[in-house]
């Protein structure tokens, strides 16, 4: 069965670049998601189609895919930004989601 | 505005069943594919079945096909996930989530708070 690894964590100091990497077979042959879900609540689509952003996420949230890892990157990251971050795909009928990262910013 | 609202989770013994329930609002229900997508304490997303807009093509995570069935009701703007044989590992936070396409395959926007499922003796 396809496979989308996350690192479990990444931390960054607030006003830096986040990058959260996710990593899969010919990802980049695949569109990309990216969720943001803070503790208590429900995930948030910031990334689809590898790079474009939904309305009402801020434009610091960026994402890329190609060869085998999607990227997301979150730049002048601010506090309010921390929370896990998933990123998903599909693969034939069937969706996958990345184990998860939990994005510190300290 | 678009709302999803799950119901229906509670607390079910080992091998019994429930029926969780997704009602939609705020948008042409049977225009979009819907999800369900679950979420057990302290994990990560695990997602659990598909179905299209028309209710042709249903999918199915391996862990939970021939056990769970998704379906929906267009007229009543309304999803729903019947779980049989429940076991214990699938104890989670069940959350619908839209998707963008009718026949499915697009990206989860947006996503309900969630209904719990406790699967215990």
Known sequence: ?106 | EVQLLESGGGFVQPGGSLRLSCAASGFTFNSHAMNWVRQAPGKGLEWVSSISGSSGSTSYADSVRGRFTISRDNSKNTLYLQMNNLRAEDTALYYCARDNFPMGKGWFDPWGQGTLVTVSS
């Open chain 1, 1 to 106: 069965s396809y496979e989308l690894t996350q690192p479990p964590s990444v931390s960054v100091s607030p006003g830096q670049t986040a990058t959260i990497t996710c990593s899969g077979d010919r990802l980049g042959d695949k569109y990309a998601s990216w969720f943001q879900q803070k503790p208590g609540q429900s995930p948030v689509l910031v990334i689809y189609q590898d790079a474009k952003r939904p309305s009402g996420i801020p434009e610091r949230f960026s994402g890329s895919n190609s060869g085998n890892t999607a990227t997301l990157t979150i730049s002048g990251t601010q506090a309010m930004d921390e929370a896990d971050y998933y990123c998903q795909a599909w693969d034939s009928s069937t969706a996958v989601f990345g184990g998860g990262t939990k994005l510190t910013v300290l």
